[in-house]
């Protein structure tokens, strides 16, 4: 497993963009695969996306499919999801995720971060 901090979170306008951090430790982060979830009140905790250890796939939640990003810098053991054309619905905890690219469920979890959408 892999210690994860997540960042970067906050407030911000309908229409407005942020930009999450998720910061891992561990020598092997390059090799996992990694993936952003959130999770609002009284909701289950759903997908956002995933990228591979290579950063050469990607995938999308329906929900957010054109308007976030995932992005990863191995070589600064940080993955990024940049969030751009929030709305309101977006609003959730968001967390920050890894698995070894042998396993089905992601079994790292950071303590998550807060973003708000206001209308």
């Known amino acids: 497993q892999v210690q994860l901090v997540e960042s970067g979170g906050g407030l911000v306008q309908a229409g407005g963009s942020l930009r999450l951090s998720c910061a891992a430790s561990g020598r092997t982060f390059s090799r996992y695969v990694m993936g952003w979830f959130r999770q609002a009140p009284g909701k289950e905790r759903e997908f956002v996306a995933s990228i591979s250890w290579s950063g050469g796939t990607t995938v999308y939640a329906d929900s957010v499919e054109g308007r976030f990003t995932i992005s990863r810098d191995n070589a600064k053991n940080t993955v990024y999801l940049q969030m751009n054309s929030l709305k309101p619905e977006d609003t959730a905890v968001y967390y920050c995720?890894?698995?070894?690219?042998?396993?089905?469920?992601?079994?790292?979890w950071g303590q998550g971060t807060q973003v708000t959408v206001s209308s």
């Open positions: 995720a890894a698995r070894p690219p042998v396993v089905a469920d992601f079994d790292s």
